[in-house]
């Protein structure tokens, strides 16, 4: 079992920025870990991930603006957010995969850009 614990998320104006933290209870056997967010009447939806060893994957809607970063020695994943625009509002859930496959979710953190 691995669980995560989220937080940063808040209200921010557009244009704004905000950084997510994540941290994991271990890193041990874990291989990818990134964020996800669901938007009100919507999927949930890739937003970054991250390799062990540090590769990193982005949705077209956020490159160039957000940025993911690891820690593997903290355990911990962050979501460095720039330039946020209102359809950035959502739930943001922290999500690792281990190497046997195993996926876990944290709680989530609402992030809400006001325009």
């Known amino acids: 079992q691995v669980q995560l614990v989220e937080s940063g998320g808040g209200l921010v104006q557009a244009g704004g920025s905000l950084r997510l933290s994540c941290a994991a209870s271990?890193?041990?056997?874990?291989?990818?870990m990134g964020w996800y967010r669901q938007a009100p009447g919507k999927q949930r939806e890739l937003v970054a991930v991250i390799t062990r060893g540090g590769s990193t994957n982005y949705a077209d809607s956020v490159k160039g603006r957000f940025t993911a970063s690891r820690d593997n020695a903290k355990n911990a994943v962050y979501l460095q957010m720039n330039s946020l625009k209102p359809e950035d509002t959502a739930v943001y859930y922290c999500?690792?995969?281990?190497?046997?496959?195993?996926?876990?979710w944290g709680q989530g953190t609402q992030v809400t850009v006001s325009s």
């Open positions: 999500s690792v995969m281990t190497y046997t496959g195993e996926g876990y």
């Open positions: 271990r890193t041990f056997g874990i291989n990818t």
